[in-house]
C-alpha cells in the first residue's frame, strides 16, 4: 500500500465510449503524474500537475484530457480510444517535483476493443 | 530527452546468488531512482540517488551511482524468492525540467530455487 490509489483496476471500453480513471493520494503531496506503460516498451510520461497546475504535456493526444480538481485527486478523461491505447495507466505522486521519490498506485488495466 | 538503459533485459539467479543490473543515462544524472514492479501492478520505490557518486543499501541490496559514467548499477546479494519482479531505473532530467522523470524499459529478475 503506497497511499496512492487508482481506479477502476481493470477497463474495457470501445471505441466510442468516455471513460474515465480516477487517482487519489492523502499523503500530502503537491505534483502528481500520469504514466503509461505499454507492453515492451519505457514507462512514458504523460501529465504532471504541480500544486494543481499542469506543469507537463507530453505531446499526448488529444482523447487523453487530465483534470486535476485539488492536489489530491486526479484524473484521466478518456474519450474515442484507439485499440493502440490498451496499457496499464499508473499514476503517481510526489511531495514536490524535484529530488523526491514518487509513490506509483497499483494502476488501471486498459483494454480499447 | 534522456534515454536510460538497462542491461541486462532479462537475468535468471539461482537463490542464494547475487545479482547486478546496470543502468546507463544518454546525459548527465541529476537524480536516479530504483524502483521494483511485480507485473502488471505499480511501482516501489527502492532508493534515490543524487549527483555525487552516491552509495546507498537497504537491506541486501546495494546501488551506486557513478557520475563520470553516468552510470548507476543496482546489486542484489544472495537473492531470494521476493526479489524477482521487474526493476527500473528513472531519472530527472534536472533544472528546468524537473518533474520529467523518465524510465528505462526494466530488467527482469527470476530468482530460481
Known amino acids: 500500500e503506497t497511499g496512492v490509489t487508482q481506479t477502476p483496476r481493470h477497463l474495457v471500453m470501445g471505441m466510442t465510449n468516455k471513460k474515465s480513471l480516477k487517482c487519489e493520494q492523502h499523503?500530502?503531496?503537491?505534483?502528481m503524474y500520469w504514466y503509461k506503460q505499454s507492453a515492451k516498451k519505457p514507462l512514458e510520461l504523460m501529465f504532471v500537475?504541480?500544486?494543481?497546475?499542469?506543469?507537463e504535456n507530453n505531446s499526448v493526444p488529444s482523447r487523453f484530457s487530465p483534470e486535476c480538481p485539488n492536489s489530491s485527486h486526479l484524473f484521466l478523461h478518456l474519450h474515442t480510444l484507439q485499440p493502440e491505447d490498451s496499457a496499464l495507466y499508473l499514476c503517481a505522486s510526489s511531495q514536490e517535483i524535484r529530488y523526491t521519490e514518487a509513490f506509483f498506485g497499483q494502476g488501471t488495466r486498459l483494454t480499447v476493443v | 530527452s534522456q534515454e536510460l538503459e538497462q542491461s541486462p533485459q532479462s537475468l535468471i539467479v539461482q537463490e542464494g546468488k547475487n545479482l547486478t543490473i546496470n543502468c546507463t543515462s544518454s546525459k548527465t544524472l541529476y537524480g536516479l531512482y530504483w524502483y521494483k514492479q511485480k507485473y502488471g501492478e505499480g511501482l516501489i520505490f527502492l532508493m534515490m540517488l543524487q549527483k555525487g557518486g552516491e552509495e546507498k543499501s537497504h537491506e541486501k541490496i546495494t546501488a551506486k551511482l557513478d557520475e563520470k559514467k553516468q552510470q548507476s548499477s543496482l546489486h542484489i546479494t544472495a537473492s531470494q524468492p521476493s526479489h524477482a519482479g521487474i526493476y527500473l531505473c528513472?531519472?530527472?532530467?534536472?533544472?528546468?525540467?524537473?518533474?520529467?522523470?523518465?524510465f528505462g524499459a526494466g530488467t527482469q529478475v527470476v530468482v530460481t530455487p
Open positions: 528513472g531519472a530527472d532530467e534536472g533544472s528546468g525540467s524537473w518533474g520529467k522523470l523518465q
Open positions: 500537475y504541480n500544486f494543481k497546475e499542469q506543469t
Open positions: 499523503l500530502g503531496h503537491n505534483a
